[in-house]
């Protein structure tokens, strides 16, 4: 059974500019979260989705956003880089919504320079 | 701010020994405790988690110990070996309300010493 796959796995991004990233459930896994990763902050949530929805939205200002497709599969995009971007972002997948057992890919590498 | 207070920040156990790592959380909604493992250069893998209705669960050499009433849990991993040297999440979500998905711990670094 293929794990959460995350594309890219790095990005070298200019401050200002905008960037996407994906990720790609495990097979019949229908929620997805989204998570930052920084060395002071530790992990934070983002948001999560279900069924194209958003469900839930972490502390984080309007620049992050995200969507699900109907395959379940989701983006995430940053707009207006700031250096403080620059994190290993990581997904995550699960069958629904509070069903636990969170699987994360290994992550997309972004820095913003 | 909900918050999971993890400790130790670093750990060095020699190998063979036990290792410990303790969490404590505030939001008594929380019901869904899980322990990640994370290696450089990867995403965190689940390792064990466990609910509020039972006080302890064991996975080979992981075993979580809860507290409801104390509102702890920590993460002990049985005669420890090198290939456990990694970093260490705790983590709890309200599954209920799952305002703010998971709510991590600051994380363990672990060093097991041959």
């Known amino acids: 059974k293929a794990g959460v796959t995350q594309t890219p796995r790095y990005l070298i991004k200019t401050r200002g500019q905008q960037v996407t990233l994906s990720c790609s459930p495990i097979?019949?896994?229908?929620?997805v979260s989204w998570y930052q990763q920084t060395p002071g902050q530790g992990l934070q949530f983002l948001f999560e989705y279900f069924s194209e929805t958003q469900r839930n939205k972490g502390n984080f200002p309007g620049r992050f956003s995200g969507r699900q497709f109907s395959n379940s599969r989701s983006e995430m995009n940053v707009s207006t880089l700031e250096l403080g971007d620059s994190a290993l972002y990581l997904c995550a997948s699960t069958p629904k919504p509070g069903a636990g057992g969170y699987t994360f890919g290994s992550g997309t590498r972004l820095t913003v320079v | 701010q909900q918050q999971v207070k993890q400790s130790p920040q670093s750990l060095i156990v020699q190998k063979g020994g036990i290792s410990i790592i303790n969490c404590a959380y505030e939001?008594?909604?929380?019901?869904?405790f899980p322990w990640y493992q994370q290696f450089p250069g990867k995403g965190p893998a689940l390792l064990i988690a466990?609910?509020?209705?039972?006080s302890e669960k064991k996975e080979g050499r992981f075993t979580i110990s809860f507290n409801k009433s104390a509102k702890q849990f920590s993460l002990h991993i049985m005669d420890s070996q090198p290939g456990d040297s990694a970093t260490y999440f705790c983590a709890a979500r309200d599954s209920g309300g799952g305002a703010d998905g998971l709510t991590f711990g600051k994380g363990t670094h672990l060093i097991i010493q041959p």
């Open positions: 466990i609910r509020p209705d039972v």
């Open positions: 097979s019949g896994h229908r929620s």
């Open positions: 939001n008594t909604a929380f019901d869904y």
